[in-house]
Structure formats: C-alpha cells, structure tokens
C-alpha cells in the first residue's frame, strides 16, 4: 500500500525556521517527484512545489510566494523528502500535504499524505 | 503563470440534479488537469486525471471534459455524499496551480 507520511510541523514565530519531513513507503520512492502543497485554515490548496527524481535531474520547482525561502531536497535512501521553510510568515499558515508524480498524466499526485499543520504566529 | 478559474464558487442543487463545474486556464494546458474532490477535514481525494480520466473506484457518475483552456467536471446524478469542495489543478507549466474551489451543498 502506498503511503506518505508528512511530519516536524507545529508552533514557530515568525521570522523563524521549520522543516518538515515527507517519508514514503509501499512504492519505488526514487522513481518519483514529490510535491509539497498546502492549505490555509478555511482556504483553498496551493502547490508550494516540487522535487524531482534523480534520472530526471532531482532538482525543485517553486511557487512564487515561497521561492527564496523555502528548499525543498531529498534523501531517498531514507525515502524521505524535505522542506525547509525559512524566514516564515503568518501568512504561511496551514496544513503542508506531501504528494508524488511522475511523468505520466496517470500519476500525477494520485497519492497524499495526511498532512502537518503549521502555524506561523507571535 | 496560468491562472485557473473555476465557476460557479458556490452551489447548491439537489439529490438527483446534474452538476457541473468549470475549470478555465488562462492558456493552453492541454490535458494536464486534474479534478479533486475535498471533504471537510480530509485530504483532496483525486477524481480525474488527464481531463477526462475516472480515477479507479471513483463512481461513473463523475466525469471530465475538455481540453486547452476549458473543461467541465459533471456529476450525473448528485448524491448526498458528494457534498464537498471541488477543485481542479493544472500540471503545465510551473508554477503548477490550483482553481479558488467549487463548494457543492445538497438542497
């Protein structure tokens, strides 16, 4: 069964940093991009951005708002992908949800984890 | 960036109605559209892919459309447990994005 398992979210003041762990099982982890979304309380999902796989070059794609802050990274000999968010923000509140892709149509995020809430506050 | 914008924000019909959503991109995209469905409190649970692609054990009454810049999301008979946010998420160009959401509420 495939799974993903999201964690290291909780309280941070802004200004401060935070990482979050995805770890995956149940499928070839390096065969996969993975992607990092979120969700502010009561709002919409934002894709955040991605990693690819290492014969794709393993390298991020962000989304404007955390570009410069953010750095997402992998280690898949421990199946696990990072994001690191630095310089937060109130404004970056919310559930972080971790899902993968590959080339294919058919498995772009077909698979999410449960989610790590963060919250950014003084 | 391609912005994706979803019709209506908001609606509400009853068990049994035909519902559909609309999805534009503010270019071409193809069929790199992807259709989710979310439940308060729960993780999106992905319903179309490729535009028109049912996600396995997702119920037939659900279905895709479109291609470029316009696609639909029709359920043919709305059910109770359909009540839930909807949207749909383009993988083009990046930045990849999401359409604001389609809350659907039963009469």
């Known amino acids: 069964e495939v799974q993903l398992v999201e964690s290291g979210g909780g309280l941070v003041q802004p200004g401060r940093s935070l990482r979050l762990s995805c770890t995956g099982s149940g499928f070839n982890f390096g065969d996969y991009a993975i992607n990092w979304l979120r969700q502010a309380p009561g709002k919409g999902l934002e894709w955040v951005g991605f990693i690819r796989s290492r014969d794709y070059g393993g390298t991020p794609e962000y989304a404007a708002s955390v570009k410069g802050r953010f750095t997402i990274s992998r280690e898949d000999s421990e199946t696990t992908a990072y994001l690191q968010m630095n310089s937060l923000k109130i404004e970056d509140t919310g559930v972080y949800y971790c899902?993968?892709?590959?080339?294919?149509?058919?498995?772009?995020?077909?698979?999410w984890g449960q989610g790590t809430l963060v919250t950014v506050s003084s | 960036d391609i912005q994706m914008t979803q019709s209506p924000s908001a609606m509400s019909a009853s068990v049994g109605d035909r519902v559909t959503i609309t999805c534009r991109a503010s270019q071409d995209i193809s069929n790199y559209l992807v259709w989710f469905q979310q439940k308060p409190g729960t993780v999106p649970k992905r319903l179309i892919y490729g535009a028109s692609s049912l996600e396995s054990g997702v119920p037939s009454r659900f279905s895709g459309s479109g291609s470029g810049t316009e696609f639909t999301l029709t359920i043919s008979s709305l059910q109770p447990e359909d009540s839930a946010t909807y949207y749909c998420?383009?993988?083009?160009?990046?930045?990849?994005?999401f359409g604001e959401g389609t809350k659907v509420e039963i009469k």
């Open positions: 998420f383009h993988h083009d160009s990046y930045p990849w994005t």
């Open positions: 899902s993968r892709s590959r080339i294919t149509v058919s498995s772009r995020l077909d698979n």
